[in-house]
C-alpha cells in the first residue's frame, strides 16, 4: 500500500512553482535569431512566458517615443542656414502657409503652398538673376516629419553631390520650413528650375526617426502629382549612404532630360551605368541626356557647379 500524497495546505499564501519553460527570468530563444544581424526590423525578440522580453519592450518604447518626438520637433532652419552659408552655399529660408506645429500636421494642405512672404522673396530671386539664365537644377531641403533628418543628413548629402554636377547650374539652396513634398514644385515653378529634388524627412518609423528622402520632379509646377515623381529613401548612415544616395540622384537627374519627365516611367538603372555614362552625367544636363540615350553630346557649357549660384 502506497502512502498518500500530503494534503495541499490551502490557506498557504506560497505561490506554485511554475513549470520550467516558465522560469522567472528565462527567454525562450526564436528559432529565426540568426536572422537579426541582416535587419534592424524587430524579428525573433523571443519570448518570456506569454510575453515578450523586457528589454525589447522596452526598446520597443523607447523607439516610439524617440518617433514622436521627430514628428513634433521643431524645425531647425536658422541652423540649416547658418551651416550652409559657412560651407559656401546660397541658401534662402522659406515657410509654407502652415502657422504652426500643429496646423501643419492637421492640415496637410497648407503645407503644400508657400507663405505670401516666402513667395515674394523667391520672386525676388528670381527677378534679380541674369537674364536668360535658369537652374538646371533646385534642391529644397526641408523638415518634412522628421526634421531632425534634414539636419544630420542634408548637408553631408550636398557636399558629396556636388562634384557629381560639375557641369550643372545650380539654383540657390532653398530650406523650407513646415513643408510637405509639393511645396518643392511652387518653389521650383517660381525659380524656373528644369528640375527640383526635395530633401525632406520621412515619416519617423520605429526603427528610423531620422531618416531622409529625396523627391525629383522634372518641370516642376504645383499640380504635379506623386506619381509624376521619384523617391530615393531611407538615407542615413545606417540605411542607404551618402554616397550612394547621391550617385542615384545624378543617375535620374539625367535620365529624366531623356525622358522629359520623372515619375513611372524613369527607372533606377544606376547600377547598370558604365564609366563613360558616370563621366558624362558629370559633365553637364545635355551631355548627361547625350550620354543615355547614344546621341552625340553637344559641348558642355562653362558654367562652373560652385555651392553658391
Request: aromatic residues 4%; contains cysteine.
Amino acid at each position: 500500500m502506497t502512502d498518500a500524497p500530503p494534503e495541499k495546505d490551502i490557506h498557504s499564501t506560497a505561490p506554485a512553482a511554475p513549470p520550467s519553460s516558465r522560469r522567472p527570468g528565462s527567454i525562450q530563444h526564436d528559432a529565426w535569431q540568426a536572422l537579426r544581424r541582416f535587419t534592424p526590423a524587430r524579428i525573433a525578440l523571443g519570448r518570456a512566458g506569454q510575453s515578450l522580453p523586457t528589454r525589447a519592450l522596452l526598446e520597443f518604447g523607447v523607439a516610439q517615443a524617440q518617433a514622436r518626438d521627430a514628428v513634433f520637433q521643431a524645425s531647425q532652419q536658422a541652423a540649416l542656414l547658418a551651416q550652409l552659408s559657412a560651407h559656401g552655399y546660397e541658401a534662402l529660408g522659406v515657410a509654407s502657409a502652415a502657422s504652426d506645429r500643429q496646423q501643419y500636421l492637421r492640415r496637410p494642405d497648407l503645407g503644400r503652398r508657400l507663405a505670401s512672404s516666402s513667395r515674394e522673396r523667391l520672386e525676388q530671386w528670381a527677378a534679380a538673376a541674369p537674364a536668360g539664365v535658369t537652374p538646371d537644377l533646385v534642391l529644397v531641403v526641408a523638415d518634412g516629419l522628421s526634421a531632425q533628418a534634414a539636419a544630420r543628413h542634408a548637408l553631408p548629402l550636398l557636399r558629396l553631390l556636388g562634384p557629381l554636377l560639375t557641369g550643372w547650374q545650380l539654383g540657390p539652396v532653398v530650406v523650407a520650413d513646415m513643408a510637405r513634398v509639393a511645396l518643392g514644385d511652387e518653389i521650383g515653378a517660381i525659380l524656373r528650375a528644369r528640375q527640383v529634388a526635395v530633401l525632406i524627412g520621412e515619416r519617423p518609423g520605429l526603427s528610423a526617426p531620422d531618416s531622409l528622402g529625396i523627391y525629383l520632379t522634372h518641370e516642376p509646377r504645383p499640380g504635379r502629382t506623386d506619381a509624376e515623381r521619384n523617391c530615393i529613401s531611407n538615407i542615413r548612415p545606417e540605411g542607404l549612404a551618402y554616397d550612394a544616395a547621391a550617385r542615384r540622384l545624378r543617375y535620374l537627374l539625367a535620365g529624366a532630360l531623356r525622358l522629359g519627365r520623372t515619375g513611372v516611367d524613369l527607372k533606377d538603372e544606376s547600377r547598370d551605368s558604365g564609366p563613360e555614362e558616370e563621366r558624362a552625367i558629370e559633365a553637364s544636363p545635355d551631355a548627361s541626356a547625350a550620354a543615355l540615350t547614344g546621341a552625340p553630346a553637344p559641348p558642355a557649357p562653362a558654367v562652373p557647379l560652385s555651392p553658391g549660384r
